[in-house]
């Protein structure tokens, strides 16, 4: 998903450690946190739809309109919705490579209502307006963010950045993310956007299976904060909702210390409300 020189798709490894690196994962609990899954068992995870571009296109209506892609959305009547708080929709209509996402999503009418909704050009991978608020609260996709099943388990490599909650965040953010929902004036709280790394000499040795594969990823790409939540026990990692996910072998994530990462050297910080 997006051009192979858009920053979801960049090699990291070799980029320089920001310098207030250990500030930031100290603030984000990384001393005493680990990482975790939010994907696996068949209820958990993001599910998400593929479609043609012949389905039919439905209304939407929008509580964030000013920063939301009008409709109609090629959102079928059965589409699936995240069963947690989020509510997250995630539609790809395939033959124009175009993404289709919102937040807190509930049937209404003969469409949808949501928080927000954006659009993303998969060929283009052109950023959301500065300042605009998407699925997540960091403006970025959710899908590029994703371990899929089809990735990691049949191809064996993960290509891109994955996605992670952080607790408390600035009020500020860095590209690629285009907004921030704040929660906190700390010198040190993660922007949106901020990406770490696990480290390459955190040995791996005794991975194996999906769970390595995915530690191989981070180690290459890192994971980007997407979003945030308060009193968070572990770093989620996000990843999609699919029955076939080796669930005990992704256990093996579990036991990564947030420690082991590093962070990226941040680009400019913008400072948002």
Same mark, same amino acid.
Do not use: K, N, W
């Given at each position: 998903m997006f051009p192979a020189d858009n920053a979801w798709n960049r090699d990291v490894s070799a980029d320089q450690v920001d310098p207030h690196s250990a500030d930031y994962l100290a603030f984000m609990g990384a001393g005493s946190l680990s990482l975790h899954p939010d994907f696996g068992a068949p209820e958990y995870g993001q599910p998400f739809a593929v479609v043609s571009g012949s389905q039919e296109r439905v209304p939407m209506t929008f509580l964030y309109? =000013?920063? =939301?892609? !009008? +409709? %109609?959305?090629?959102? %079928?009547?059965? $589409? %699936?919705?995240?069963?947690n708080g989020d509510r997250h929709v995630v539609v790809l209509e395939r033959d124009h490579c175009v993404l289709y996402e919102t937040y807190n999503t509930y049937s209404s009418g003969p469409g949808f209502s949501a928080d927000s909704g954006a659009v993303f050009d998969l060929r283009s991978g052109a950023p959301r307006p500065d300042g605009w608020t998407s699925a997540? *609260?960091?403006g970025l996709p959710i899908l590029p963010g994703l371990a899929r099943y089809d990735? #990691?388990?049949?191809? +064996?490599? $993960?290509?891109?950045?994955?996605?992670?909650?952080?607790?408390?965040?600035?009020? *500020?953010? $860095?590209? !690629?993310?285009?907004?921030?929902? +704040?929660? =906190?004036?700390? !010198?040190?709280? %993660? !922007?949106?956007?901020? /990406? #770490? /790394?696990l /480290?390459?000499?955190?040995?791996?040795? /005794?991975?194996?299976?999906? =769970?390595?594969v995915v530690l191989r990823g981070l180690q290459r790409y890192g994971m980007f904060v997407t979003d945030n939540a308060r009193g968070l026990p572990f770093w989620p990692l996000m990843g999609t909702q699919d029955a076939r996910w080796p669930t005990q072998d992704l256990e093996q994530l579990k036991s990564i210390p947030a420690s082991a990462f590093e962070v990226v050297k941040l680009s400019p910080v913008v400072r948002g409300l």
């Open positions: 309109a =000013s920063q =939301s892609e !009008p +409709g %109609p959305y090629p959102f %079928p009547r059965d $589409v %699936p919705i995240q069963p997540t *609260a960091a990735e #990691v388990v049949e191809q +064996g490599a $993960v290509r891109h950045a994955l996605a992670f909650v952080a607790g408390a965040t600035a009020h *500020a953010y $860095v590209a !690629p993310a285009t907004h921030s929902t +704040g929660t =906190s004036d700390a !010198p040190y709280a %993660p !922007p949106m956007g901020l /990406r #770490v /790394r /480290r390459a000499d955190f040995d791996l040795s /005794r991975y194996h299976g999906a =769970s390595l």
